[in-house]
């Protein structure tokens, strides 16, 4: 579209805001705030509007940040690209609408919470749970968000200022890492019961350098009593190689000892060894 000014003439592409016209850019929000008939609403004309509502909006339109401008007692909603997201299908009908109307579900947190912004505190939110229902369904979501006092031309509250980040994602991810956490802790542990309370010789080891973490009774009294948890192997099981970092070692009958070397691992005396080599073949007479 070409306009002419002073016999100069420039060029407008469809879309760009008329100059004077308010506010200059802000994406998709921006053009839509432009576009809206705000005589309609409790803000009134645009025109109409506070210098300090207007930077306000400004200010939420520019930032990259989930950011929503609540004005006025009827908390009219002004919001950037970014918070649409959050919107859901409440969008566009939000824009221009009071937060109440437009988020029913969660007004018994927030109607606890505005009071407190408008005597002039400033109240943030780290990961916490509000019910929305952008789509027409209440779910949970967990929020960060932070609500601050914006000051009118009076030098009272003149609206709150909200930057909202929706981190349900990230927490749900950390929960189902935290359980999975908890259920392998709790099978490690019942385990540990089972091997300690076991009739045969139980080792467990791990790691590259093949360290004793677990020895039942039944094998410390094979190797002569000696303590090997937290003891080195000095060599792999034959029956572990190859076969990843944790290894369960047993001795449950003549035919497993007899797989073993006559002296496997630290800790093993003469005297362990000649008790399992009676034991070994005193097993293999009986059958």
Not at 230 to 253: E, V
Request: hydrophobic share 35%.
């Amino acid at each position: 579209m070409a306009e002419t000014a002073g016999g100069v003439v420039s060029v407008r592409t469809a879309g760009e805001p008329l100059a004077g016209a308010f506010p200059p850019g802000g994406g998709e929000l921006g053009a839509l705030i432009r576009g809206k008939e705000w005589g309609s609403t409790p803000l009134g004309p645009v025109a109409e509007w506070p210098q300090s509502l207007r930077t306000a909006v400004s200010v939420a339109l520019y930032t990259d940040f989930p950011s929503i401008v609540l004005w006025g007692p009827e908390l009219v909603q002004i919001y950037n690209d970014s918070y649409r997201m959050l919107m859901g299908a409440k969008h566009p009908e939000g824009l221009g609408q009071g937060n109440r109307e437009c988020w029913p579900e969660a007004w018994h947190i927030n109607e606890t919470i505005y009071p407190r912004v408008f005597a002039g505190e400033t109240v943030s939110f780290r990961e916490t749970v509000y019910p929305l229902a952008p789509y027409g369904v209440v779910e949970d979501f967990y929020l960060t968000l932070s609500y601050s006092p914006v000051l009118d031309e009076s030098g009272g509250v003149g609206g709150i200022f909200v930057t909202v980040f929706d981190v349900t994602s990230e927490v749900r991810t950390r929960q189902e890492r935290d359980r999975a956490l908890a259920e392998a802790t709790a099978e490690r542990e019942r385990l540990y019961d089972v091997f300690m309370q076991a009739p045969a010789a139980i080792a467990v080891l791990e790691g590259p350098e093949h360290r004793f973490t677990v020895a039942n009774p039944r094998y410390r009294e094979l190797v002569g009593g000696r303590d090997v948890v937290a003891g080195r192997s000095p060599t792999r099981s034959p029956r572990s190689a190859g076969r990843g970092s944790w290894s369960c070692w047993t001795a449950c009958g003549g035919a497993e000892r007899r797989s073993w070397p006559a002296k496997p691992w630290c800790g093993w005396t003469d005297a362990a060894a000649a008790n399992w080599k009676r034991s070994s073949s005193t097993s293999s007479t009986s059958r």
